[in-house]
């Protein structure tokens, strides 16, 4: 874990405004910085940037954060990544806090393997571009293959010389560990020697989600039937094949903007499609979809659609993890390459606006089709034919979701259409399969339903009228204001003893008033606020714009955002300064208080009015129109002393 005091050192260097600019144009505009919105299409530019309250809003698509979201957001880094990305910015060394020794072994072997692997890269890199033998024999493959420069440096691709120990004596001459040399495959020992394990082979750099180099892909050039096509890093620390998918550091904001996910099986695929200019492909190394490389996908996407050869090995393979695909719950959709190309000679052979047509005609839905390649397989079989009915049940009832309900029943219809077969027995075959589920599952199941049932436990008020609506739609604003103040102004001074925090959890708790804010997001806020006080801690803005729960983080943007400021043209057209909000903080807090004072007589004189409304004795009318006089008069006087104007 990353320590506190390393989260206080990036905090207080972080400038949104420098942030942000790194990936989006941005002009000035008075006191805040105007681009065009980089989660959304726009010409008119509605992306706002505010360096004074660090946190940027789009008016456009409603986006908005502060510079530790918007990385998380534009880059799809976790919390922990965005925050070493912006320590690596600002030079600030991070300490971890008290680990486990295994742990910091790990996470030791892990900063070497990065270490090798970008010397290696860059070794390799090198060898292609600037020797004789890499120009010869590589570059010129690659140049027949159709890539360009732009290419080639963007992907980072290399050479390994055919020499046997060429690049593990450049490393040992680099004073690099014989054991992670070893550990990161790039060399193996034989008969007491390093030698080359790449050796005569294009590299293809492998990328994590922050862009460092997790292992490598090694291409024969020519035909060898002694040797593999494909070499591949063994699994280490940072290389796990099962989380794996190629090109998804160069193609997670095409993804996040296309909203879909094109999935190939091979590195040149990926690399083609990117130079045609379709950006938003991954590839999976040609092995079974897992749950881990599905959940990546989810992370940008729900639409998954998934191209591959149109032989009988790329079937095959486009049908492996459909089952976990649509458990992840992605919308998988299928495009197979015709005669006998991939996509990789497909997209160089027809051209990038005939491929992007192809695949949006011919896009087969994924349960359909395998049933059809079932079909086909089975025959006139009738055992076999009975397995693919269940097989196809089995598939369906992975559906489990409510919202997937409709697409379930309709697979149903279509299914038992395709297989001839009776419509309720296929339904009544998929709930079978659903009950073995929910039965094995049947503890989680029961927590996840406890959870769900407190959930929908909520006290529902008596909207009894429109001026009741009315009064708890202004209640939601007051108790908005109130924790925008607590946030913004709560470590203000508000006199010699108390400070503006002080004041505040004094008249809710005085009043009885914090059991008045309905909204339980801005009570968390409140009492967030309030732990951290107790603790001896004074929270600013940043404590929570900056808090490593996300959902935090953006209730406190959502409450500091605004979509008006004070022109900067103001004094040329008005005399005399205009106060601003920090200045009359004093009288915000006091008037919003008063706000949330009136909202509780005015529930109060609601309340009583209605119980006036039933039948009661004589001495029990008489003391609820004495209450409700009493009532009237607290109004009075609080709108009196404090020259409030309230709704009806």
Request: with cysteine.
């Amino acid at each position: 874990m990353i320590s506190q005091h390393t989260i206080q050192q990036i905090l207080s260097r972080i400038d949104v405004v420098d942030i942000v600019g790194s990936f989006v144009k941005l002009k000035k505009r008075g006191t805040n910085y105007l681009g065009l919105c980089p989660f959304h299409n726009e010409k008119t530019p509605s992306f706002t940037v505010s360096p004074v309250k660090e946190i940027y809003k789009c008016f456009g698509c409603g986006r908005s954060g502060n510079s530790i979201s918007f990385l998380m957001e534009h880059e799809k880094y976790s919390y922990a990544e965005a925050l070493r990305w912006l320590a690596n910015r600002y030079n600030v060394e991070v300490e971890e806090t008290e680990t486990s020794p295994a742990y910091k072994e790990a996470q030791q072997k892990a900063d070497s393997l990065y270490i090798i692997n970008s010397f290696a890269q860059k070794y390799f890199s090198d060898l292609l571009l600037n020797s004789e033998e890499g120009r010869d024999i590589a570059l010129s493959y690659l140049k027949e293959r159709g890539f360009n420069d732009t290419i080639i440096e963007k992907f980072q691709l290399g050479y390994c010389s055919q020499q046997r120990e060429a690049f593990a004596k450049a490393a040992v001459a680099a004073q690099y560990n014989t054991e992670f040399l070893l550990k990161s495959g790039l060399v193996v020992n034989r008969d007491e020697q390093l030698v080359d394990n790449y050796r005569g082979r294009i590299i293809f750099p492998v990328h994590n989600q922050t862009g460092k180099i997790i292992g490598f892909g090694a291409r024969i050039i020519g035909k060898n039937d002694r040797a593999p096509k494909y070499i591949n890093t063994p699994e280490n620390e940072i290389y796990i094949k099962s989380k794996i998918l190629y090109g998804s550091y160069f193609a997670r904001q095409a993804i996040d903007r296309a909203d879909e996910c094109l999935l190939v099986e091979g590195y040149t695929d990926v690399i083609s499609l990117h130079q045609a200019g379709i950006e938003n492909v991954v590839a999976s190394g040609g092995t079974s979809l897992t749950s881990d490389q599905l959940r990546l996908v989810k992370k940008y996407t729900n639409n998954l659609t998934i191209i591959y050869d149109g032989d009988s090995a790329g079937i095959k393979a486009a049908l492996r993890g459909l089952d976990l695909a649509l458990e992840e719950g992605l919308n998988v959709q299928l495009v197979l390459i015709p005669d006998n190309e991939d996509p990789d000679s497909y997209v160089n052979k027809v051209g990038k606006e005939v491929f992007r047509d192809f695949i949006a005609q011919n896009k087969k839905d994924f349960v359909l089709f395998q049933l059809e390649v079932s079909l086909k397989d089975a025959g006139s079989d009738s055992n076999k034919k009975s397995a693919v009915v269940n097989r196809i049940a089995e598939t369906i009832s992975k559906l489990n979701k409510t919202e997937d309900f409709t697409k379930q029943q309709d697979y149903i219809r279509q299914c038992a259409g395709l297989l001839h077969i009776d419509e309720a027995g296929l339904n009544a075959l998929v709930n079978k399969f659903i009950r073995e589920r929910v039965t094995k599952q049947e503890n989680k199941a029961q927590a996840a339903e406890a959870n769900a049932q407190s959930e929908n436990e909520k006290v529902i008020p008596d909207l009894a009228d429109d001026e009741t609506f009315s009064l708890l739609n202004k209640d939601e604003l007051v108790e908005r204001n109130i924790t925008r103040a607590l946030l913004e102004f709560g470590a203000y001074e508000w006199n010699e003893q108390q400070k503006v925090y002080d004041f505040i959890f004094g008249e809710l708790e005085e009043n009885g008033l914090d059991e008045l804010i309905d909204n339980k997001q801005m009570l968390r806020i409140i009492e967030t606020y309030k732990t951290w006080v107790q603790n001896g801690i004074d929270p600013s803005p940043k404590n929570f714009l900056y808090h490593e729960d996300i959902e935090l983080s953006t209730l406190a943007v959502g409450l500091m955002d605004t979509q008006y400021e004070l022109s900067h043209n103001w004094k040329e057209h008005y005399d005399g300064p205009m106060p601003t909000r920090e200045e009359l903080y004093k009288e915000e807090v006091a008037s919003t208080l008063n706000y949330l004072k009136l909202r509780k007589i005015k529930r109060l004189i609601d309340e009583n009015q209605r119980d006036l409304e039933k039948i009661h004795s004589p001495e029990e009318q008489l003391t609820l129109l004495q209450t409700h006089q009493h009532l009237k008069q607290l109004e009075i006087e609080l709108i009196r002393n404090n020259g409030t104007v309230i709704f009806r």
